[in-house]
């Protein structure tokens, strides 16, 4: 990206990374009103709706634990599109004709739009790894979910109950398939040059 400078909206992307039930209360109170009204007026409901916030949030918030998400923009414009999209591209999915996201181009900026390039780019990383994750025994996500958590791997061979060098093994040989299915997945290409 580009050297922009940071939106001062950034405090609600911090907000979500923190999981700051305030500015949580305050995203709903202030934007989603707007997406609520948009799938309401775009062959959606409430329900629709909500569920479409839903992931939105989620996303956000993985995103900005990894702190990938710098906020160029206002909030308003980068929440408000995300949703759009994510909206269109699921009336996409049910229907059997194309839907064409008509971005206006006077009410987006630039910036808006290449944030959310980067934040679709960051949920199909995101649910390749873990379809890839899911496909991995328990021991290995075990392992693989404590060594994320706990950064000494002593410590995470003394919770698990075994020896270090065990740790170490096991670890290499389920980070080994797990970067295999990754990189023999259809879309890693793509994901790949991004």
């Given amino acids: 990206m580009s050297q922009t400078k940071i939106h001062p909206d950034q405090m609600y992307i911090e907000g979500l990374a923190a999981n700051d039930s305030a500015i949580i209360q305050t995203i709903y109170k202030k934007f989603v009103p707007k997406v609520v009204m948009f799938v309401m ?45 994510k909206w269109l591209n699921e009336l996409k999915k049910t229907s059997n004709k194309g839907v064409t996201i008509n971005e206006d181009a006077v009410s987006i900026n630039e910036s808006a739009l290449e944030l959310i390039g980067h934040t679709e780019e ?58 295999q299915w990754i990189q023999e997945a259809k879309n890693f290409k793509s994901l790949k040059n991004n």
């Fill in 41 to 85: 007026n775009n062959s959606g409901d409430k329900e629709h709706a909500q569920d479409i916030v839903q992931e939105v949030m989620i996303l956000l918030f993985n995103q900005s634990k990894a702190n990938t998400l710098q906020l160029t923009c206002p909030f308003d414009a980068y929440f408000f599109l995300l949703c759009k999209r």
């Fill in 122 to 179: 960051f949920d199909e990383k995101q649910q390749l790894f873990d379809t890839m994750f899911q496909k991995l025994g328990d021991k290995c996500q075990e392992l693989l979910k404590l060594s994320f958590t706990i950064k000494s791997m002593e410590e995470v061979a003394e919770k698990l109950n075994v020896t270090y060098g065990y740790v170490r093994k096991k670890k290499s040989l389920c980070v080994g398939q797990l970067t």
